[in-house]
């Protein structure tokens, strides 16, 4: 799968947003093929694979943030897998969602 220049630039200042927002170890939030992050608050993982783990793609990762698609739904028809008990990103993703609307319609 190749790497699209202008959705990796995309995708990474979305994670950043994230691990801004919900600093830690606790998740990892993989998109991809483009990046992960681990992200919010909780035991910090080091080796093997993560025990909370989200994986979506960036197509995903955009509509979750631009409101075009709702957690429950890309739960529910497997666009997002979300594994562990921490692995529940929705409030987070609308807090995220919120902040990016305001930002993009001048609101303080």
Known sequence: MARDPLVLMQVKALLEQISQMAPGHAVELRIPPYAAIQCCEGPKHTRGTP??????????????????????????????????????????????????????????
């Open 51 to 108: 025990p909370n783990v989200v994986e979506m793609g960036a197509e995903e990762l955009i509509g979750l943030l631009d409101g075009s698609l709702d957690w429950a739904d890309g739960i529910r028809d497997g666009r997002i897998t979300a594994s562990g008990e921490r692995s529940d990103l929705s409030q987070l993703f609308q807090q995220a969602a919120h902040d990016l609307a305001a930002v993009l319609h001048g609101a303080t």
